[in-house]
């Protein structure tokens, strides 16, 4: 049977002790160790931001789960690949670890080359998440609105939400397309949407919450994306 040690990351202390994303991230991966028969032989949890930690003396844990795997010749099981990094010279030095990565999200078919790409794609992401907020708290600004903390007013708190509902659309409609191709897979040969659900599942293809697909979630997206 083939061994891995998983890694799960919050971006933050707090979220770390309230346990906000790990129980989910932790479910991804047992659910896909479990439909592909690995043994899960040890869990590493680890509570860092992933905005200037991309270093590994600066993430204690990962580099940890990096020697286990190395000395039990495992690999290492991630539940989404921004839990290792959305940096791409982060994600090329730890290839050159010479452990095998697997992003569950991706499945096991992903290998070193694609990891590069969809890191590529998330740091790009990252890019565009930063341009729009910029764009959008310039133009509050042109508008005469205060910012930061003197911005007190419902109109000005109201510029600053939208600016970041903006932002957030763009960052999940990045993640989206990078299921794209998984998406128009599961849905060829005129497959259902609760086929297409099942599919994805099957392999291991997580939506962009970390959750399992249902048919509407996979119409949403099918719809998102211009499939349907």
């Known amino acids: ?7 799960v990351r919050v971006s933050t202390a707090a979220q770390g002790r309230s346990g906000l994303g790990l129980e989910a991230q932790r479910a991804a991966i047992k659910d896909f160790a479990d439909r592909e028969g690995i043994d899960v032989l040890d869990w590493f949890t680890e509570a860092e931001s992933g905005a200037g930690s991309d270093a590994l003396e600066k993430r204690p844990q ?30 090329s030095g730890l290839m050159a670890h010479r452990v095998e990565f697997i992003v569950t999200s991706l499945g096991r078919q992903a290998d070193p080359f694609i990891l590069h790409l969809y890191a590529a794609l ?20 042109r508008r005469g609105q205060k910012l930061g903390t003197g911005a007190k007013s419902k109109s000005e708190i109201k510029a600053l939400a939208a600016a970041g509902a903006a932002a957030n659309r763009v960052a999940a409609l990045q993640r989206l397309s990078g299921l794209k191709l998984h998406l128009a897979d599961s849905l060829a040969g005129g497959r259902s949407m609760r086929a297409a659900a099942d599919w994805l ?27 349907r």
Do not use: C
């Open 201 to 227: 599942n099957e392999r291991g293809v997580a939506s962009p919450g970390v959750a399992k697909w249902h048919a509407p979630s996979v119409l949403k997206a099918a719809r998102r994306l211009q499939l």
């Open 1 to 7: 049977m083939p061994t891995a040690v998983a890694y």
């Open 122 to 141: 998330a740091q790009k992401e990252r890019a565009l998440i930063s341009e729009r907020t910029k764009a959008g708290l310039q133009a509050a600004k």
């Open 62 to 91: 990962l580099a940890a789960a990096i020697a286990a795997a190395g000395k039990r010749r495992a690999a290492v099981l991630v539940a989404r690949l921004d839990r290792l990094s959305r940096d791409v010279h982060f994600i």
